[in-house]
């Protein structure tokens, strides 16, 4: 059994930053994939980021402004966040996935586990 915790979340201005942090237990870290997803109420979830021990990959609107990063030691993953805009509202997800194509996992087709969710409130 995995748990993730996610923290970080709150509001901000436009162009404001936040960095948000995804602490997981249960089996061996560094083997997990790791994913950021987030959702508005009343849209599907939609993939944000994702990291494989170090490959990582982003959707279109995370390109350029989100970062997806890890400590290991930390059993930590991390979605630094830049220039937020506020269609970036949401509430967001880390995930885990033990499935190697990151592809994939940001189809949400081969998520094993999920957080509980961190909202994210930027202003305009």
């Known amino acids: 059994q995995v748990q993730l915790v996610e923290s970080g979340g709150g509001l901000v201005q436009a162009g404001g930053s936040l960095r948000l942090s995804c602490v997981a237990s249960?089996?061996?870290?560094?083997?997990?994939?790791m994913a950021w997803f987030r959702q508005v109420p009343g849209k599907a979830r939609e993939f944000v980021a994702a990291?494989?021990?170090?490959?990582?990959y982003y959707a279109d609107s995370a390109k350029g402004r989100f970062a997806v990063s890890r400590d290991n030691t930390k059993r930590t993953v991390y979605l630094q966040m830049v220039s937020l805009k506020p269609e970036d509202t949401a509430v967001y997800y880390c995930a885990t996935s033990s499935f190697p194509c990151l592809v994939t996992i940001a189809t949400m087709r081969s998520i094993d586990y999920w957080g509980q969710g961190t909202q994210v409130t930027v202003s305009s």
């Open positions: 249960g089996r061996i870290f560094g083997r997990f994939n």
């Open positions: 990291d494989s021990r170090g490959d990582t």
